[in-house]
């Protein structure tokens, strides 16, 4: 271990305002780190890095020395990269992490309450209240169920809350705080991860002298910037695709389907007989137009109908979340591979449409960097598909520390405090 290097004390979690904030994001093959500066529901981008770690995968398991190794390396020079932005070294004491979605389960939950006082305005006392009541009735769900939170093949703990919607009296509002009524509903959104994944990071993040004071699912930090009262998020893997309903930056619920990318390309090549990477090349061949006329059909036959079984699944999973409820058309899109681009046309034609109770016609909007609002990059160096996710803690962390998000905060905390006390 060097001598000279950073100094880190671990803290409890951080008193308003918030002005400088960590973040690190785990990606399959890369750890991402940045130093972020916090300024009225905004971020700033003070510092970035990224540094290789392999083997992040629900397949694996944590190998904790080598995700520290990368992840030091990675926050170190993010750190270091502050004096170029702003003139001096600025190291946080607090982080807040983001881990792949495929390791965790959605659990939404539902509460409700009949005013006895209706003509009362509604005051953050009642709506904290409730908050307590839905997190306690997870625990209870998760605890009861047959998906254990302990069950002994996949022990799991509850990582992170949001509230996803505010129902008063029937009508959906998106600040109850003052306002009448007799009947008030919050739908909550709680994400589960094995406590194996739990332990190694915070057991990382001690030997870095931080104190983690956030951690959740990539494909709700994707979900932060979509500002849409509801909309559809679908983010293809390489091994498969999750779908979640999204309200103003929240999920509602999620979906896994166990098709992806990989999937895609080998159903597309099967009865061809090819595999491995001479698959990538024909797919390379036929999209830059080098194949002769009778191959070229020939894979665009297999493409299609190795698209619409990727279709036919994920449609399979969202109903069975979603029943027969209407969806809304317009759908955001990312595929975190970049080796499919025919994927985002397919879910614009009339089979993806047919197979779900569409609002409309399905509209689909790519996600990159620059949709990603609030967030502006000192660095000039936080750019490409490789920061989106970093981007995206950013602008949510800096949401979560504003003004008007004491809902979300006290949620946030109340999860933390059940684990620090696990």
Request: proline share 5%.
């Amino acid at each position: 271990m060097p001598l000279l290097r950073r100094r880190r004390k671990r803290t409890p979690m951080p008193q308003l305002p918030v002005r400088y904030h960590s973040i690190v994001t785990w990606n399959k093959s890369h750890v991402s780190a940045a130093v972020v500066e916090l300024s009225a529901g905004s971020a700033q981008l003070m510092g970035v890095a990224t540094a290789p770690v392999h083997g992040i995968s629900r397949t694996s398991h944590p190998d904790i020395d080598r995700w520290f190794a990368g992840c030091d390396q990675a926050l170190t020079q993010a750190e270091d990269m502050t004096i170029e932005s702003c003139g001096q070294k600025i190291v946080p004491d607090h982080v807040t992490m983001c881990l792949p979605g495929e390791v965790t389960r959605a659990l939404p939950i539902i509460v409700s309450q009949r005013r006895q006082h209706p003509e009362v305005g509604i005051d953050s006392a009642e709506l904290q209240r409730l908050v307590h009541r839905g997190y306690r009735k997870a625990q209870d769900v998760g605890v009861g169920s047959g998906a254990s939170l302990r069950s002994t093949d996949r022990a799991e703990e509850i990582v992170h809350g949001a509230v996803a919607r505010v129902v008063l009296d029937g009508q959906e509002i998106v600040d109850p705080s003052g306002m009448r009524g007799e009947t008030i509903e919050l739908h909550l959104s709680f994400f589960l991860a094995p406590l194996e994944w739990l332990r190694a990071l915070e057991i990382v993040t001690q030997r870095l002298e931080l104190h983690l004071v956030g951690l959740l699912p990539d494909h709700v930090v994707i979900a932060s910037p979509l500002s849409d009262h509801r909309s559809l998020l679908m983010v293809l893997d390489a091994e498969h695709t999750i779908v979640g309903l999204g309200s103003r930056g929240r999920l509602l619920w999620t979906v896994l389907s166990e098709m992806g990318e990989r999937d895609i390309v080998h159903e597309t090549v099967r009865r061809i007989e090819i595999q491995g990477r001479n698959a990538d090349l024909l797919l390379r061949a036929y999209r830059e137009g080098r194949l002769r006329r009778e191959v070229e059909q020939v894979v665009i036959g297999e493409y299609w109908r190795a698209l619409c079984a990727w279709m036919q699944r994920t449609a399979r999973q969202i109903r069975t979340v979603a029943g027969e409820d209407p969806l809304p058309h317009h759908i955001y899109f990312l595929d975190a591979t970049r080796r499919l681009p025919e994927a985002q046309p397919s879910l614009e034609t009339p089979f993806w449409e047919g197979l779900l109770p569409f609002d409309a016609c399905p509209e689909t909007v790519e996600i990159d960097a620059g949709r990603i609002h609030d967030v502006m990059d000192c660095t000039t160096r936080a750019v490409g598909p490789n920061y989106i996710l970093v981007r995206a803690l950013a602008h949510h962390v800096a949401h979560l520390y504003g003004q008007d998000n004491e809902l979300e905060r006290m949620l946030n905390e109340l999860v933390r405090e059940q684990l620090d006390h696990r």
